[in-house]
């Protein structure tokens, strides 16, 4: 069974770096790209980014370069999202979720249970 | 990068069809996958491909496209249906950074 289990809800101070992690379980984890999801609080899903754990090629959304470093660790599965300096607007919950590209089919098959994170002074 | 756009908020009787639109220029290059949003749970693929259900999901949910629009449509919608349902799909420059999301739309079943 293809699983996707993220880090616990974090409570952090603004300036503070913060490192949450999603791992996979039940299928091939090199061989498929992983990306991460932000919702903030009553709003929309917005895409940050993703990674090929075979390579560690990563690409970022425009709007999160910079912002935030997506990195992995293929000898344990896991995908990492991280923030060297936290802002009270990256308050939010953050998902990981595996993309399946096919052609002209593009969607998330699988995704984490998500990990919110709150930025609080 | 490419947008796609959805109604806010959408109702139907229990019982009845509704469709839920997501319009944008990637959908004529690649097709929309639809997500199943309940509060405080993580999206789930509801409709992906041409018109593919993953195993579990009701075969009420249904998904077809047209030029620039796809369309979700739940013909039989019930009180469980209730819910926020986004769109997705990639820009057709490829690049996977070029991933996009609808606004969501928010199903109430009257």
């Known amino acids: 069974e293809v699983q996707l289990v993220q880090s616990g809800a974090e409570v952090k101070k603004p300036g503070e770096s913060l490192k949450i992690s999603c791992k996979g379980s039940?299928?091939?984890?090199?061989?498929?790209?992983i990306g991460w999801v932000r919702q903030m609080p009553g709003k929309g899903l917005e895409w940050m980014g993703i990674?090929?754990?075979?390579?560690?090629?990563?690409r970022y959304s425009p709007s999160f370069q910079g912002q935030v470093t997506i990195s992995a660790d293929k000898s344990i599965s896991t995908a990492y999202l991280q923030w060297s300096s936290l802002k009270a607007s990256d308050t939010a919950m953050y998902y990981c979720?595996?993309?399946?590209?096919?052609?002209?089919?593009?969607?998330?098959?699988?995704w984490g249970q998500g990990t919110l994170v709150t930025v609080s002074s | 990068s490419s947008e796609l756009t959805q109604d806010p908020a959408v109702s139907v009787a229990l019982g009845q069809t509704v469709r839920i639109t997501c319009q944008g220029d990637?959908?004529?290059?690649?097709?929309a996958s639809w997500y199943q949003q309940k509060p405080g749970q993580a999206p789930v693929l509801v409709i992906y491909?041409?018109?593919n259900r993953p195993s579990g999901i009701p075969d009420r949910f249904s998904g077809s496209s047209s030029g620039n629009t796809a369309s979700l449509t739940i013909t039989g919608a019930q009180a469980e249906d209730e819910a926020d349902y986004y769109c997705?799909?990639?820009?057709?420059?490829?690049?996977?950074?070029?991933?996009?999301f609808g606004g969501g739309t928010k199903l109430t079943v009257l």
């Open positions: 979720a595996r993309p399946v590209h096919y052609g002209s089919e593009y969607y998330f098959d699988y």
């Open positions: 039940g299928y091939s984890f090199t061989s498929y790209w």
């Open positions: 990674i090929y754990p075979g390579d560690s090629d990563t």
């Open positions: 990637s959908l004529r290059s690649y097709y």
């Open positions: 491909g041409k018109n």
């Open positions: 997705n799909s990639r820009d057709s420059s490829g690049n996977h950074a070029d991933v996009v």
